[in-house]
C-alpha cells in the first residue's frame, strides 16, 4: 500500500506549483494539471451518476471506469508510467457493442436529456471530451501513452450510448434535436 495521507495541507503549493508523482514540481495551471484535473472532474460526475437508479450492468461498469480513471489520473501524474492497457480500451468497445445491439438506430442527433440519469451521463461525456482535448494538447508538449487518448475517446462514445440505454431502461425517449428550419413557430 501506498503512503497514507495524514496531513492535508502541506503549504507546498501555496507558491502555484504542485508536486507531480515522481517528485517534479509543476505549475498548478500547466497541461498537465488541467488533464489530471479534468479527468477527476470526469470522475466525479460518474460518482455522482452512480447514486441515481441505474441498469445494473451500466452501474457495475461506471464502477470500473472510476478505477480505471484513478488509473488514468496516476498515469498523468508520473511522466513516463503508463498504468492503462489495450485491454482497457477494448473491454469499452465490447461493453458499448452489447448495449448498442438492444438500441434503435439512430436517425437523428439527440439533446442532453430525457431523465435524471441520462442528462447526467450526457454532462459525463462532455468532461470525457475536455479530457481527451486536454491529454492531446499535452500530447503535443510531452510524452505520454497513446492508451490515455484512446481510453478518453472510446469512453465518451460509451458514455454517448449509456444515455440512451439508460433512457430506454427508464421507459423515457431521447430528446431529438430539431434544427431551427425544421422547427415550427409557437
Not at 470526469?42 to 480513471?69: D, M, V, Y
Request: aromatic fraction near 6%; charge should be neutral; charged fraction near 25%.
Amino acid at each position: 500500500m501506498g503512503n497514507r495521507l495524514t496531513k492535508i495541507y502541506t503549504k507546498t503549493g501555496d507558491g502555484g506549483s504542485t508536486g507531480l508523482g515522481d517528485g517534479t514540481r509543476t505549475l498548478k495551471c500547466s497541461d498537465r494539471i488541467e488533464a489530471i484535473g479534468t479527468v477527476d472532474e470526469l470522475n466525479c460526475i460518474i460518482g455522482i451518476l452512480l447514486c441515481e437508479a441505474l441498469p445494473e450492468e451500466i452501474s457495475k461498469f461506471f464502477t470500473k471506469i472510476q478505477h480505471e480513471l484513478f488509473d488514468l489520473g496516476s498515469e498523468l501524474s508520473v511522466p513516463g508510467y503508463t498504468a492503462l492497457s489495450e485491454e482497457s480500451v477494448s473491454t469499452i468497445e465490447i461493453k458499448l457493442d452489447a448495449i448498442n445491439q438492444h438500441l434503435s438506430p439512430l436517425k437523428e442527433f439527440i439533446l442532453p436529456g430525457g431523465s435524471r440519469p441520462a442528462a447526467l451521463c450526457h454532462q459525463a461525456r462532455a468532461v470525457c471530451r475536455r479530457a481527451e482535448r486536454c491529454v492531446i494538447r499535452l500530447e503535443q508538449k510531452e510524452q505520454i501513452s497513446e492508451l490515455s487518448r484512446k481510453y478518453l475517446n472510446r469512453l465518451s462514445d460509451y458514455l454517448f450510448v449509456a444515455c440512451r440505454a439508460i433512457n430506454q431502461s427508464l421507459d423515457v425517449k431521447d430528446v431529438y434535436w430539431a434544427s431551427q428550419r425544421t422547427q415550427t413557430a409557437k
